[in-house]
């Protein structure tokens, strides 16, 4: 998704004389720390699942955990300002609105995390970050929809993907939590040794 936002949505980062800036050129010193921030979160929250980096390099996973929980702090927010701050170039109310929703599960999701993490709750901390980068990747997959489905040229069209992926974004963290806990529980239930009853056993005798 990252690669196809990249070229598909992203380009005009590279082209300084691409129009686009023209749009952004009213709050760009508000968008440069949305975007740093953001960037930094979408890019290093996957190493936080990786169980071979966390064991191996703790320290770098601690580091990298403070630079996402930061990096949602800063960039929620951010973005939604810019995009109140976009009404005025004619964004809908209802945009904004979906903004909130949007900033408040990122927020709350990874401040659930942060607490569970520092009383020391590894489970449930993993659990609320699988929640948390789920609602991060909603920015990945509302262009990723839009672009291949062509919907993003369909006036209020992004508006319904954006409610969609914030509606679903949840609900696929936990069906992700739920596989991987049917996945711990196979192998042991195949392991579970077979212990024979005392009749069989002196009928065998």
Not at 70 to 77: E, R
């Amino acid at each position: 998704m990252v690669s196809y936002v990249v070229v598909h949505n992203e380009r005009f980062l590279i082209a300084p004389s691409d129009p686009v800036w023209k749009h952004y050129e009213p709050f760009k010193w508000w968008l440069l720390p949305h975007g740093i921030a953001g960037a930094s979160a979408l890019l290093l929250g996957p190493m936080q699942f990786s169980e071979r980096l966390r064991k191996r390099f703790t320290r770098m996973h601690r580091v990298t955990g403070r630079i996402y929980v930061a990096g949602v702090f800063v960039a929620a927010p951010l973005g939604l300002y810019i995009q109140y701050f976009n009404e005025r170039f004619g964004a809908p109310r209802s945009f904004s609105i979906a903004t909130v929703a949007d900033m408040s599960l990122w927020i709350i999701t990874t401040g659930i995390a942060m607490i569970f993490i520092l009383r020391g709750k590894v489970q449930q901390h993993r659990q609320w970050m699988t929640r948390s980068f789920a609602v991060a990747v909603i920015f990945l997959e509302v262009r990723v929809v839009g672009g291949v489905t062509g919907w993003e040229n369909v006036p209020g069209a992004i508006e319904t993907i954006v409610w969609m992926c914030v509606a679903f974004s949840l609900l696929f963290a936990d069906i992700v939590l739920q596989w991987q806990e049917l996945s711990k529980l196979r192998p042991a239930v195949a392991k579970t040794p077979v212990v024979a009853r005392p009749e069989a056993a002196l009928a065998g005798d």
